[in-house]
């Protein structure tokens, strides 16, 4: 009996950027779509991901945070051994670096993705 391929969650919110499905697939991947951070946090509560690929969405009206990324991050961070790749504009360079400094771990790609930075984030 084989193992299980292991499980890559996709966080599309926006999806302004290729669809990467064929890759985490050609990687071996077992994908898990969403698309809202809502959606996504309740699927980590129940199952342990090998990768989580996300969008960073500056949301400046945010009171306590800046994005819905913290509350992915801190959900995954407890666990460990989850590989975070997240994508961004470098618009708001400056916001994801200091989510960094909360959440240190994850690989940021900005727009426009290559896909082969992609594949090495997720080897």
Do not use: H, W
């Amino acid at each position: 009996m084989s193992e299980p391929s292991p499980l890559l969650i996709s966080v599309v919110e926006l999806g302004d950027y290729p669809n990467f499905s064929p890759l985490y697939q050609r990687l071996g991947y077992q994908l898990e779509s969403v698309n809202t951070g809502r959606r996504a946090i309740s699927l980590l509560k129940k199952r342990q991901p090998q990768a989580v690929v996300t969008e960073f969405n500056y949301q400046f009206s945010f009171r306590d945070r800046t994005s819905n990324l913290e509350s992915i991050l801190a959900v995954i961070q407890p666990s460990g051994g989850t590989r975070i790749v997240v994508f961004y504009d470098k618009a708001v360079q400056e916001q994801l670096d200091q989510v960094a400094v909360r959440f240190p771990g994850f690989i940021a790609l900005s727009y426009p993705v290559d896909e082969a930075a992609l594949e090495a984030a997720l080897r």
